[in-house]
Structure formats: C-alpha cells, structure tokens
C-alpha cells in the first residue's frame, strides 16, 4: 500500500522560511507528478505547486516567487521550499503524488502556521 510521509510543518513568523519533505513508499511503480496543495479552514483544498516527473513545475499565482517544489526522483521524494511566508499561507499542506498506473494517493498533511 503506498504511503506518503510528510514533514517540515510548523510555526514560523512573517517573512519567515519552511522546507516541507514528502516520500512516497510502497510501491514499485514509478511516479508521473508529485505536488502540494493546501486547505486553510472553511476553504477548499487549492493546488500550491507540481512538478512532473519531467521536470515540468507548475504554481499557483498566490506562490509564484516565494516557493519552489523540487523532486528527488529516485528517492520518491518531493520538497517545497517556503520564503517570504505571509500569514494568508496558513493552512494544512497535503503532498500528491500520482503513477503513470493512474492512481493517484495523499498524505495525511502537515500543518504550516504563520503568525507573529
């Protein structure tokens, strides 16, 4: 069963940086795109930042310039570098990743708050 591990989350302060990781396990096939999308409370889940397996990344406007998704490809690793963080970036951030199977799989999210 695969599984996606999520860490990097916590508390910073405006301006402030955070590195989240995701590795993905339990499965031999290989991986397409991984990404990141959060869900901040009484909104919907909304896209971050993908990259393909490619190379290809794609952003969210609210991002652009501010964060950068990076993917280990044979670690089956995906990596969001956070800087300039603003408090409108508080949400849970959910790492994806899907296989040229088809399938598509989320971890259980990390937590990302960012207040003085």
């Known amino acids: 069963q695969v599984q996606l591990v999520e860490s990097g989350g916590g508390l910073v302060q405006p301006g402030g940086s955070l590195r989240l990781s995701c590795v993905a396990s339990?499965?031999?096939?290989?991986?397409?795109?991984m990404g990141w999308y959060r869900q901040a409370p009484g909104k919907q889940r909304e896209l971050v930042a993908t990259?393909?397996?490619?190379?290809?990344?794609n952003y969210a406007d609210s991002v652009k310039g501010r964060f950068a998704i990076s993917l280990d490809y044979g670690k089956d690793s995906v990596y969001l570098q956070m800087d300039s963080l603003k408090p409108e970036d508080t949400a849970v951030y959910f790492c994806?990743?899907?296989?040229?199977?088809?399938?598509?799989?989320w971890g259980q999210g990390t937590q990302v708050t960012v207040s003085s």
């Open positions: 990259i393909a397996a490619s190379g290809s990344t």
């Open positions: 994806n990743v899907k296989y040229y199977t088809g399938d598509a799989y």
């Open positions: 339990g499965t031999v096939f290989s991986i397409s795109a």
